[in-house]
Structures are given as structure tokens and as C-alpha cells.
């Protein structure tokens, strides 16, 4: 009964390395995120998924990649990261869209050093 | 557009007051309102939701009314506990936008 898990929960790299976030979820929902939270923002919603193959992007896509070729998961790369990408990044899912309950995993802690 | 605002924080009572989170928002459309709670290192839960206009969202001694005519869904609690102490995240969905915006969070410490 995992739900939803991300890995690494920390990381450290440096300017201009390329760096992919996990997300693994067991519910097989179709609907997946990608957020980042930052002091004085909340949560902005990087990219979404309504399901496998189908990607569209949320509020703060730029330099951020997703892609979603199975339902249960749903990495996110930094193609080239930089210190303002420097964020804790949830994932999370939901069964249905409509203001369905999103269920949130633990978090990534990424610094950009 | 669609935005939301919550009070600033952070907020430090004792056990037993009364809580007062508030938050207002903007929307296109006739939104859902949830409340969200952050527990120290864990991901957002959710706490409570309304889905129109006049409803009442409550859970774990947590309620919320969904005030069209004041876009606002304050969130209140007659009695904190130290167990309390967490981040309260008031988020809108909006059909129109089809997805979800977050305020910014407002951060509880209740103190024995």
C-alpha cells in the first residue's frame, strides 16, 4: 500500500546538469502533476497528465520536461539545471479530474547549487 | 483569472483557542474550494471541500463555508491541539481552468 512515492526526497547538483525526478504511483490513476513550492508562491503546477501519452503543460513549464509512457509513472527532468529551479517539487494524482481530491507524495528537496 | 489569497502567517496560538485562517479568492466560473493541510516533511492532505455555494466542508473539528457573495472560505477550528501545528493550504479548482491553484500557505504553531 505505497500510494505515491517519489525519489530521491533530497538531492544536490550543480548549474547546467541535467537532473530527472521520480514519481511512482500504485492507485493506477489517471491523472497525475508535477508541482513546486517556494516560499511566498504556494504550489505552482509545472506540467499535468490525464493519462498515459498525454501531457499538457501547468502554470511554470519552462525548462522542465515530463513524460508519461506508463500510467503509475511520471518522471520530471531538468533538461539544465539552474539555481532558480532550486525548489521542493511535489507529484501528485488523482482518480478523476473535476476537483477530485489530489493525493500528494512526500516531496524531492532539490537544491541547484 | 483564477487566483487565490490567504492570510499571512505565521500564526502561533495556545491549545485550546480559537483558529481563524482566512482566505479569499477569484475565480471565472463557479469553483470547488478545499482546505489542505502540510504536515512537518510529508506532502499536502487534504483537510476539508465545498462544491458550491453555501456549503460547509468540515472534518477533524476543522470547518469551512463556501461564501459565494464574499468569495471567501475561511477555515476555523473552536479548540487547536499541539497536534494541529502544520501548514493550512487553501486551493481553489476551477473548471474553467481546469486545474488547481494554491494560496501561499499559512503556517500554524500551537503552543501547550
Known amino acids: 500500500d505505497a500510494g505515491i512515492t517519489q525519489s530521491p526526497r533530497y538531492k544536490i547538483t550543480e548549474t547546467g546538469r541535467q537532473v530527472t525526478l521520480m514519481c511512482h504511483q500504485t492507485?493506477?490513476?489517471?491523472?497525475m502533476f508535477w508541482y513546486r513550492q517556494d516560499l511566498g508562491h504556494g504550489l505552482r503546477l509545472i506540467y499535468y497528465?490525464?493519462?498515459?501519452?498525454?501531457?499538457d503543460k501547468g502554470e511554470v513549464p519552462d525548462g522542465y520536461v515530463v513524460s508519461r509512457s506508463k500510467t503509475e509513472n511520471f518522471p520530471l527532468t531538468l533538461e539544465s539545471a539552474t539555481r532558480s529551479q532550486t525548489s521542493v517539487y511535489f507529484c501528485?494524482?488523482?482518480?478523476?479530474?473535476?476537483?477530485?481530491?489530489?493525493?500528494f507524495g512526500p516531496g524531492t528537496r532539490l537544491t541547484v547549487t | 483569472g483564477n487566483s487565490v489569497t490567504q492570510m499571512e502567517g505565521p500564526v502561533t496560538l495556545s491549545e485550546e483557542a480559537f483558529l481563524t485562517i482566512n482566505c479569499t479568492y477569484t475565480?471565472?466560473?463557479?469553483?470547488?474550494l478545499f482546505w489542505y493541510v502540510q504536515y512537518p516533511g510529508e506532502g499536502l492532505q487534504l483537510l476539508l471541500k465545498?462544491?458550491?455555494?453555501?456549503d460547509k466542508g468540515s472534518n477533524k473539528g476543522f470547518e469551512a463555508t463556501y461564501r459565494k457573495e464574499t468569495t471567501s472560505f475561511h477555515l476555523e477550528k473552536g479548540s487547536v491541539q499541539v497536534s494541529d501545528s502544520a501548514v493550512y493550504f487553501c486551493?481553489?479548482?476551477?473548471?474553467?481552468?481546469?486545474?488547481?491553484?494554491f494560496g501561499t500557505g499559512t503556517s500554524l504553531t500551537v503552543i501547550p
Open positions: 501528485a494524482s488523482s482518480a478523476r479530474t473535476g476537483g477530485y481530491e489530489q493525493y
Open positions: 492507485w493506477s490513476h489517471s491523472y
Open positions: 497528465s490525464a493519462a498515459a501519452d498525454i501531457t
Open positions: 475565480a471565472t466560473g463557479y469553483p470547488s
Open positions: 465545498a462544491t458550491k455555494a453555501d
Open positions: 486551493a481553489l479548482f476551477s473548471n474553467t481552468g481546469n486545474q488547481f491553484y
